[in-house]
């Protein structure tokens, strides 16, 4: 598995976590520091410290460090990308299709 695989695969990996989905939904509504994020989560502050490494990871959040405390927000440059490979990987490559060289399909 190539590189650009295993980079692809944070992203997803990001998203198919129910507790990550309410963090990228909690953070739709602006930057957020992690004592926020922990309010309304059923999780320890070292939890939710994995959940946001994955989601740096993956590029779809980004954080600031102000004092002891990390801040959080969406990054546009990480949507982007992750809706541009969804896009990528769902349409049929049209140059491809029929020409199985098998069955001629």
């Known amino acids: 598995m190539g590189t ?13 976590d129910p ?35 994955i989601l740096c990871d993956s590029g779809l959040v980004v954080s600031r460090q102000e004092g002891k405390w990390t801040h959080y927000r969406l990054s546009a440059s990480g949507r982007e990308r992750a809706v541009e490979l969804l896009r990528t990987l769902t349409t049929p490559d049209a140059e491809q299709e029929g020409n199985c060289p098998k069955c001629g399909g």
């Open 19 to 53: 507790k990550r989905l309410a963090i990228l939904e909690q953070l739709r509504s602006g930057e957020k520091c992690a004592c926020v994020l922990l309010e309304p989560m059923d999780l320890t502050q070292s939890g939710l410290s994995y959940h946001m490494k």
């Open 4 to 16: 650009d695989h295993q980079e692809n695969a944070r992203v997803f990996k990001a998203l198919c």
